[in-house]
């Protein structure tokens, strides 16, 4: 299980992982004991808690043996009882994994170097890209993070520029059975050239674009996704030519959980 596996991770960080599930207690504590959770499992027979969140799996017919299951999801509750996020699917199956929960959902710091990424340099911008897990499993939903690091002075244009100008975009192409979702851009501040109308919208500093990615298939060992990054460079004086790079990141495809026998 993804919280099992990195439960060390939200220890560090100071928090506490809990799972509620609808199964009756002897259920999930022979779960518990056959797979060595040793978080909280909570049960919620009947579905009670699960029907006054609201978030019983409607998909799911009465007669169906995993009916008052909820829809997939998780919410990030704060120090002050306040969600600070929330994680939620319509498919059952799908799950963030642990690096978005922590980094996107609660805005943490978290080592991608560790993670399949893939780095290059052009004139004036690092780039780089980085997989927020050590792998993906069919039916996971995990953030892919491409980060735009600008030398002092320079900027690129936000996703929304006046027309003729080249925004910035980044596209993720990969095989069949890879779904991504639509990417999230930081907020982008005014910016004003003297003699022009316009008014633009910039980036810079280390700019990070998340991707969510999903992966829909069974097979396979290996994934590769090909992530293509749309910007031009200008300073306060200048712009440079629009650029077209392109990252191929390597990653490998996990497992699902089985059953010890």
């Not at 009916?67 to 009882?81: A, F, R």
């Not at 929330?86 to 642990?98: L, N």
């Not at 978005?100 to 993670?115: C, E």
């Not at 059975?177 to 810079?204: K, M």
Request: hydrophobic letters at 40%; a negative charge; charged letters at 25%.
């Amino acid at each position: 299980m993804e919280l099992h596996q990195h439960q060390a991770d939200f220890e560090a960080s100071g928090i506490v992982a809990f799972v509620i599930l609808p199964e009756p207690v002897e259920t999930l504590a022979r779960f518990s004991k056959e797979y060595g959770v040793d978080f909280p499992v909570l049960s919620d027979q009947g579905s009670k808690v699960i029907r006054e969140f609201g978030i019983l799996n409607t998909l799911i017919l009465p007669d169906e043996e995993i009916y008052g299951i909820p829809y997939p999801g998780s919410y990030l509750v704060g120090e002050d009882g306040r969600v600070v996020a929330k994680y939620f699917h319509r498919e059952y199956r799908v799950r963030e994994t642990a690096g978005t929960v922590l980094h996107s959902g609660f805005g943490l710091p978290i080592d991608l170097s560790r993670f399949p990424h893939a780095d290059l340099h052009a004139a004036g911008v690092q780039i780089s890209a980085a997989l927020g897990a050590e792998e993906l499993k069919f039916m996971q939903a995990a953030d892919l993070y491409v980060r735009l690091r600008l030398a002092e002075g320079l900027h690129i244009y936000g996703p929304s520029t006046p027309e003729g100008y080249y925004p910035t975009k980044v596209t993720v192409v990969g095989p069949e059975g890879l779904r991504a979702g639509e990417a999230t851009y930081p907020p982008a501040r005014p910016f004003r050239i003297e003699g022009l109308h316009e008014e633009f919208h910039v980036l810079d500093g280390d700019v990070e674009v998340v991707v969510p990615l999903v992966w829909e298939l069974r097979e396979g060992e290996s994934l590769p996704v090909d992530i293509e990054v749309q910007y031009q460079a200008c300073s306060d004086r200048e712009c440079f030519l629009p650029m077209t790079e392109r990252l191929l990141l390597e990653v490998p495809l996990g497992r699902l959980n089985s059953q010890r026998r």
